[in-house]
């Protein structure tokens, strides 16, 4: 009876033991997880946050049909600016990054659109909705809503390409 109930002791002893290592395992995954977790967390960059009205849309996109990379051969190109894509570009002083071109909806209501890159360095321009003028934020150069150089040290004009819309507003061509 005696030796019985010390070999339940150390059953129990045992099986406590067992419980307490099994706990303490799971406990260290637990933390080796949660550390994980917080670790990738704290390595990821902070969310972009800007205060800027365009959009950065590419040609990859729901609503983009066509060649808006001039490397590939004249640009000609639909967007459906009834697509969440390009819906930014039926609102004045809005603007979207389209292969190699620059589309803005500019302060009289057109939709223009200009090749992107800055004839200086090459930086991507911008619409200023303010200004009504292209922009490039690299080195201060500024163009005319036709691509003309109005400030450097850009010297050449941006390529200026023709845009339709459709009757029912919701299809911009763009064609060099
Ligand atoms: S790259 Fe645009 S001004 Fe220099």
Redesign the pocket.
Same mark, same amino acid.
């Given at each position: 009876m005696k030796s019985n109930l010390t070999t339940d002791q150390m059953k129990r002893g045992e099986f406590l033991r067992s419980l307490g290592l099994s706990s303490a395992t799971l406990m260290a995954f637990y933390c080796m997880g949660t550390t994980l977790t917080s670790c990738s967390k704290s390595n990821d960059p902070a969310p972009a946050t800007g205060t800027g009205t365009g959009t950065g849309t590419g040609t990859g996109t729901t609503g983009f049909t066509g060649n808006a990379d001039a490397s590939a051969g004249a640009i000609n190109y639909t967007l459906d600016l009834s697509t969440t894509s390009y819906s930014n570009l039926k609102t004045v002083g809005k603007f979207a990054i389209v292969g190699s071109t620059i589309v803005a909806k500019t302060k009289d209501g057109s939709l223009i659109a200009l090749s992107k890159a800055?004839t #200086?360095? $090459?930086?991507t321009v911008e619409y200023r909705a303010a200004q009504d003028d292209i922009y490039?934020t690299? #080195? $201060?150069?500024e163009y005319s809503l036709t691509g003309a150089v109005d400030v450097g040290?850009?010297t050449r004009a941006l390529t200026q390409y023709k845009t339709t819309l459709s009757a029912d507003g919701n299809t911009l061509t763009v064609k060099a």
């Open positions: 800055c #200086h360095e $090459g930086t490039c690299n #080195h $201060g150069s040290p850009a």
